[in-house]
C-alpha cells in the first residue's frame, strides 16, 4: 500500500523574507517622500492661518469691536490676535491664539495693528514664513490689501 502525501499550505521562509524585503524597500521609499510632502503642507497651514488672522483682525477693527484697534502678533510657532493698540499694551481677554504647525519660522514683519473702523494698518511690509521646504511671503500694504 502506498501512502497518502498531506498537502501542508502555508509559506517557505524564503517567500516570508521576500516579502519583508520589499515592504522594508517601499517603507525606506515612502518616508521621504511622506516627509516632504508633510513640510510642504505644513508651510502651506501656516501661510493660510497667518493670512487668515491677519483678515479677522482687520475685520474687527473695521467693525469697532470692544471700541478697540485690533491687530496679530506674530512668533515662531504661535500667532496672536489681540485687541489693543499694540502686543505689548493688549487687553489679553481678547486674545485668541493659535500654534503654528512645527518647524514653521516668522521673520519681517511680526505685529500688525489696524486702525479702528478704517481697518487701515498702521504699518506696512512683508512676513516671511518659512520651514525646511521653503518659504511664502505674505504683504499688506497701505490700503490693507493682503498678497501672498
Request: charged share 10%; with cysteine.
Given at each position: 500500500?502506498?501512502?497518502?502525501?498531506?498537502?501542508?499550505?502555508?509559506?517557505?521562509?524564503?517567500?516570508?523574507?521576500?516579502?519583508?524585503?520589499?515592504?522594508?524597500?517601499?517603507?525606506?521609499?515612502?518616508?521621504?517622500?511622506?516627509?516632504?510632502?508633510?513640510?510642504?503642507?505644513?508651510?502651506?497651514?501656516?501661510?493660510?492661518?497667518?493670512?487668515?488672522?491677519?483678515?479677522?483682525?482687520?475685520?474687527?477693527?473695521?467693525?469697532?469691536?470692544?471700541?478697540?484697534?485690533?491687530?496679530?502678533?506674530?512668533?515662531?510657532?504661535?500667532?496672536?490676535?489681540f485687541a489693543?493698540?499694540?502686543?505689548?499694551?493688549?487687553?489679553?481677554?481678547?486674545?485668541?491664539?493659535?500654534?503654528?504647525?512645527?518647524?514653521?519660522?516668522?521673520?519681517?514683519?511680526?505685529?500688525?495693528?489696524?486702525?479702528?473702523?478704517?481697518?487701515l494698518p498702521?504699518?506696512?511690509?512683508?512676513?516671511?514664513?518659512?520651514?525646511?521646504?521653503?518659504?511664502?511671503?505674505?504683504?499688506?500694504?497701505?490700503?490693507?490689501?493682503?498678497?501672498?
Amino acid at each position: 500500500m502506498r501512502k497518502k502525501q498531506k498537502n501542508i499550505l502555508g509559506f517557505t521562509l524564503l517567500e516570508v523574507a521576500f516579502v519583508l524585503g520589499v515592504l522594508a524597500l517601499f517603507a525606506a521609499i515612502v518616508g521621504p517622500v511622506y516627509r516632504s510632502l508633510q513640510t510642504k503642507n505644513n508651510l502651506s497651514i501656516a501661510t493660510t492661518s497667518v493670512v487668515e488672522a491677519i483678515r479677522r483682525a482687520q475685520t474687527l477693527a473695521e467693525n469697532g469691536k470692544a471700541d478697540l484697534t485690533w491687530g496679530v502678533n506674530l512668533t515662531s510657532g504661535n500667532l496672536t490676535v489681540f485687541a489693543g493698540s499694540s502686543f505689548a499694551s493688549r487687553q489679553s481677554a481678547y486674545d485668541e491664539n493659535l500654534n503654528l504647525p512645527g518647524g514653521i519660522a516668522v521673520s519681517g514683519l511680526s505685529q500688525i495693528v489696524f486702525n479702528k473702523l478704517t481697518g487701515l494698518p498702521q504699518s506696512t511690509g512683508t512676513t516671511t514664513i518659512s520651514n525646511a521646504f521653503g518659504c511664502s511671503q505674505i504683504g499688506i500694504n497701505a490700503a490693507g490689501t493682503v498678497n501672498y
